[in-house]
DNA sequence: GATCCGTGGTC
DNA sequence: TGACCAAGGAT
């Protein structure tokens, strides 16, 4: 049974695990899309130091929202985050019609939200139960998943149950070296003689990209620009340059598809629209992690 | 339905 | 180093 695995060797330390706030679940698997575990622990505990309500969420700005968000990536997760909590007007909505409406909420996390906060009946389907359940039917079709999570699903115990899945393809149907030995599905599971079938490909191409960044410091300022484009909208970033030949340091940075091969140039005269950033307050400013990196880089290469 | 959106860790 | 990964959503 896998309720019975769950409740012996399930994850039940994660913070976000000791709570039924709304709320407190809804960041959570805000933080948890395509990021590790691990990594979001620590910006959890930080943003609910800081926003321990929607209803603080929505009264903050979205510069210091992006910034507690700085490193996480994704960004857009973080500017559709504090766009739900000032639309909510410092609640989240109860039903899952309602939640699935709401900007950064699809499918998945309107689930999760019902389940795991509400305890409504809703199967939950990420990558992990995807992978759990093609493995366990043996199918390569994931376009059934959704319905055949429905049926799976222990109607008297969605949350629970739902977790238990979730941590199951976490911890032993992992993608790669699944512990089917260890499995509680073994004995009925129809892929458990070749699980590396079932998983989801996943693959993704990456280009190379190369990237001329000027920095310029006046009395322990750093010169930033607003971003321009869709990428890293909202946020502070080096202002580009044409590119020379003299490149203080290079940095490498991998971002969506692309390898990046960050050069960095002194420059003497940058934008109007500048603002000038101290460096000591450059934890509390909305930049992505290649800024930060940048600058370590250009501090520690070019003396 | 395919592509875009970040990042630090790992092998 | 380079390839690949990890609790999706929007377009």
Known sequence: MVLQWYREKGRHHLPWRQTTDPYRIYLSEVMLQQTPVERVIPYYQRFLDRFPTLEALGEGEEEEVLALWSGLGYYSRARNLHRTARISGGELPRSYRELLQLPGIGRYTASAISSFAYGEARAVVDTNIKRVLKRYWATSDGREIWELAERLLDRENP????LALMDLGALICRPKDPLCS??????RCLGRGDPLAYSSPSGRSYSKVELHLGISLREGSIALVPSQGRLYRGMLLLP????GERAVATIYHTYSRYRVRVLLYPLSSPP???LWVPLSRLGEVPV???VRKAV???LEGGD
């Open 159 to 162: 949350r629970e149950h739902n």
């Open 182 to 187: 260890l499995c509680p599905l073994r004995s």
């Open 240 to 243: 580009s340059v044409p590119g």
């Open 272 to 274: 109007a629209d500048a």
């Open 288 to 290: 992505p992690s290649l």
């Open 296 to 298: 370590k880089a250009y």
